[in-house]
Every structure is written in C-alpha cells, then in structure tokens.
Nanobody, 127 residues
Framework: QVQLVESGGGLVQAGGSLRLSCAAS????????MGWFRQAPGKEREFVAA????????YYADSVKGRFTISRDNAKNTVYLQMNSLKPEDTAVYHC????????????????????WGQGTQVTVSS
C-alpha cells in the first residue's frame, strides 16, 4: 500500500509563500494521478489542485488559480504545491492524495476519485 507523507507547512504572514511537499512510498509513482486538498476547521475537505501522471495536465480551484502551482518529480516520488500570495482564508490542513490512473494526462479533482491520503500538514496564514 502506498503511503503519502506531507511536509512544508507552517505559520506565514499574509502575502507570504510556502512550498508543500508530498513524498510517496510507491515504486510506481508515475502510475498515480495526484492531488492536493485542504480542510479548515468546521468545513468540508475541498479540492485545491491536481496533476496528471505525467505532469502534463494540471487543474486548480478558482480560489487558488494564479497563486498556487502544483508540480511533480517522478524520479523523486514527490509532488509539490508552491503557494504564493497567501491569504488568511488559505489557513487549513493540507492533504495530498493519490489514485492509480491508466491515462497519462487525466487529472482527478474530486475526493471520491482518490483512495490514498496523507495525514496532512497545517498551514496557518496570519493577517
């Protein structure tokens, strides 16, 4: 079973940046579509960004488009989320997720589309 471990969260002032990483234990990491989701206290988990197996396809929630960038390094079994121009409303626990997908360019943007989840990393943006 693939395991995902997130890192890179922390406390940052509004307007600042953070880079999250998600390391996967899978030897066949390139077979997995990957995504980032976040969950704030009292709210449902919401989609943030997704990337295809090859990295050639990406998709973003409207709330982060233009500020966040998802990328992956299949040689390092790692997916990243570069977060710039952070806002207090970005405060949440950020989770990465993985799902095997037979298509290289497909992105998965729903929670139900993923069956493997990391524990999450806390991101707090102060105003």
């Amino acid at each position: 079973q693939v395991q995902l471990v997130e890192s890179g969260g922390g406390l940052v002032q509004a307007g600042g940046s953070l880079r999250l990483s998600c390391a996967a234990s899978a030897r066949t990491f390139s077979s997995y579509a990957m995504g980032w989701f976040r969950q704030a206290p009292g709210k449902e988990r919401e989609f943030v960004a997704a990337i295809s197996r090859s990295g050639g396809g990406t998709y973003y929630a409207d709330s982060v488009k233009g500020r966040f960038t998802i990328s992956r390094d299949n040689a390092k079994n790692t997916v990243y989320l570069q977060m710039n121009s952070l806002k207090p409303e970005d405060t949440a626990v950020y989770h990465c997720a993985a799902a095997i997908n037979k298509f290289e360019t497909t992105v998965v943007i729903t929670t139900r589309g993923y069956n493997i989840w990391g524990q999450g990393t806390q991101v707090t943006v102060s105003s």
